[in-house]
């Protein structure tokens, strides 16, 4: 096992980057024998507090980054379909995602990357908890179980804690990583992460 301190991954479900940087983190950070902490947050809690609008209702720039996310998934050869409906609450999904972790880190990662791809590929509403209850079925787990740990106080205070302490971080958009205690901003920041764990550190 490694000593090596595990890299931070935070994360909204319906952040375009964070779907991207998702389907790539845990492969780069194996390469330099890290493990990779996912922590899905409420992004527009974040919004709020750094004073940001959403990207995509920003005149000008909002047209850019619909096209940026389409050319981003193009060059990391990741697939993506704009979802019909955006940007969509990712609560129940980040409360689900929280109960599953409890009960198996691995069976909670294979959940996110479903939600992430259900939303990004499928145009799945995951605001919808009866969607995110039957992608948890698609991945053979308890859904009635689920049903009853995303209502429970604990669940709920989970997603607002994990949110309110990346925040205190300085996370003021997703995917933010922490790698040694250094924050990277965004999908395009993989390549600094890469030469940050060859070099340990620039």
Same mark, same amino acid.
């Not at 780069?28 to 959403?54: C, E, H, I, N, T």
């Not at 019909?84 to 972790?101: E, G, I, N």
């Not at 040694?180 to 965004?186: A, I, Q, V, Y």
């Given at each position: 096992m490694t000593d090596k301190l595990p890299i931070v991954f935070y994360f909204d479900f319906t952040s375009p980057y964070s779907y991207l940087a998702s389907e790539r983190i845990d492969?780069?950070?194996?390469?330099?024998?890290?493990? &990779?902490?996912?922590?899905?947050?409420?992004?527009?809690?974040?919004?709020?507090?750094?004073?940001?609008?959403?990207? &995509?209702?920003?005149?000008l720039k909002g047209e850019y980054s619909k096209r940026d996310f389409d050319r981003s998934a193009r060059f990391m050869g990741i697939p993506y379909r704009f979802p019909?409906?955006?940007?969509?609450?990712?609560?129940?999904?980040?409360?689900?995602?929280?109960?599953?972790?409890g009960q198996d880190c691995g069976k909670a990662r294979e959940f996110a990357h479903a939600v992430f791809r259900a939303y990004w590929t499928e145009g799945r509403d995951i605001s919808d908890t009866a969607v995110v209850l039957?992608?948890?079925?698609?991945?053979?787990?308890?859904v009635g179980a689920c049903e009853t740990a995303i209502a429970t106080q604990e669940i709920k205070d989970r997603v607002k804690n994990e949110t309110d302490a990346a925040i205190a971080l300085g996370m003021f958009g997703a995917p933010y990583f922490m790698v040694?205690?250094?924050?990277?901003?965004?999908a395009d920041r993989l390549p600094q992460i890469e030469k940050w764990l060859q070099t340990g550190g620039f």
């Open positions: 492969e780069l950070a194996a390469k330099y024998d890290r493990r &990779v902490q996912w922590r899905p947050v409420m992004l527009g809690a974040a919004f709020k507090a750094s004073g940001m609008p959403l990207l &995509v209702t920003i005149p019909p409906m955006f940007p969509v609450s990712s609560l129940s999904a980040a409360r689900a995602y929280y109960w599953l972790h039957d992608i948890v079925n698609s991945q053979g787990l308890e040694d205690g250094e924050p990277f901003w965004g």
